[in-house]
DNA sequence: GACTGTGAATAAGTTCACAGCT
DNA sequence: AGCTGTGAACTTATTCACAGTC
């Protein structure tokens, strides 16, 4: 079953694992079973075992995974092995609030331009990274051989952004926009909307106290 | 099939419908088809069809969804037409930012309380709410009556804060640290991990460009 | 004996297709 | 004629269960 279509919500388990594997080979652990790793991430330990596997045969069996090497493995499937280039679009409170937690930490993603349209926030420097003129946008990405665009800007500018970064060839996009970006098959977007998700949580909130209007005890966590 | 399990996919559906209807309300369009709802948000017509009618049969037929009605009912549902209360918990950048953001816009949750374990952050105001001291949080997340805890303090304090806002009555947790939290049935919790979503974003920034481990085309966009 | 890798069974979610109102 | 509401068919994802390997 090796390289075949992985559906996204294993693509979406992975970096789970990478971070458990690092904490463990941070405690010298050398190797770690799937019920292990069930333990540590709340998925299934079958469920592991199939993520994994469609990747490859990463374990020994009777024995379970060698720490360094499935952490290996995962780094390189993500392509983190090689830091992934990240740019920023839209440097308000949000976007530099998100610019200085992803730079301050290391993960694989490198936010390597920031970009934003006004120019009173043109020529500041954010963990490091200047802020460029929008205008920069295509260039500098295409130079800067970045592969994935974070787009902070409001609702209005969104799908502009979105299809100018599609043009300078990033084909990755978080989106904290609340809008639906429309964009072309190799371009893949994943949002992050943070009205939707409190609205959604409102009504788990509401389910817990008086008068709920659809009564339901929501699955658990794992 | 009225008010019955209720899959957690079809509430997270619910206020992407509510941000068109909005949209809809204020273009005076008084009614719309499942149709039409599905060009503006990207799902297919029978999903939305179907979501709306696990709460009841809020459509006429032949005709469509009453714009304002259907709004109604949705912030109905998921307890939006009396101000869901929220708390903060952790003032940092990305706290500070998330707190400006909430709270410069209306979408029915209202941040009512902020708390951070800095006394140096403390006393400090963030767009009018001011920064209380963490050892007031069970007390004033109770006498505030908050129903939606945002967590964004350090990893390794997560953990301690979701089960201090659990013991307060929160029933809802936004979770911006990187790790899973442990909590009990009644209390519900989505996550919102950037570092996970920049990885995996990073495998379909790979996948568009040279040496791609695996070769596959994700699901576009509906 | 322990643990992986994987087909088979089950569950969850989506789409089809159409009966039933307006 | 037009559009909702919903069982049935289908598709996708998860869990079961066990053969295979160390």
Redo the contacts between chains.
């Keep these: 079953m090796r390289?075949a279509?992985?559906p996204?919500v294993s693509?979406?388990r992975?970096?789970?694992y990478?971070?458990v594997l690092t904490e463990l080979a941070e405690q010298q652990v050398e190797v770690v079973s799937s019920a292990e790793l069930a333990r540590r991430?709340?998925f299934s330990s079958e469920q592991i075992r199939k993520d994994l596997a469609?990747?490859g045969a990463f374990g020994t069996r009777g024995v379970g995974y060698h720490t360094e090497l499935l952490r290996t493995r995962i780094r390189?499937?993500?392509?983190?092995d090689r830091d992934?280039r990240?740019a920023l679009v839209g440097a308000g409170?949000?976007g530099?609030?998100?610019a200085?937690?992803?730079l301050t930490?290391d993960?694989?993603?490198r936010i390597v331009a920031i970009f934003d349209s006004d120019p009173r926030r043109v020529g500041a420097e954010i963990a490091g990274v200047p802020v460029r003129p929008a205008e920069q946008l295509e260039d500098a990405c295409r130079r800067l051989d970045v592969?994935?665009g974070?787009i902070a800007v409001p609702a209005q500018a969104a799908q502009q952004v979105a299809e100018r970064l599609a043009r300078a060839g990033v084909?990755?996009?978080?989106n904290f926009a609340?809008v639906?970006?429309?964009?072309e098959?190799?371009v893949?977007?994943?949002d992050?909307d943070?009205?939707?998700?409190?609205?959604?949580?409102?009504?788990?909130?509401?389910?817990?106290?008086a008068a709920p209007?659809?009564?339901?005890?929501?699955?658990?966590?794992g």
């Excluded at 209007?213 to 966590?221: D, K, T, Y």
């Design positions: 390289r279509r992985i996204e693509v979406r992975l970096p789970v990478l971070r991430t709340g469609y990747f390189q499937i993500l392509g983190l992934v990240a409170n949000l530099t609030a998100l200085r937690y992803v930490r993960h694989g993603v592969r994935i974070i084909v990755a996009l978080l609340p639906r970006l429309r964009v098959p190799p893949h977007v994943q992050v943070l009205s939707l998700a409190l609205q959604s949580l409102a009504y788990y909130a509401a389910a817990g106290s209007l659809a009564v339901e005890r929501p699955a658990g966590e």
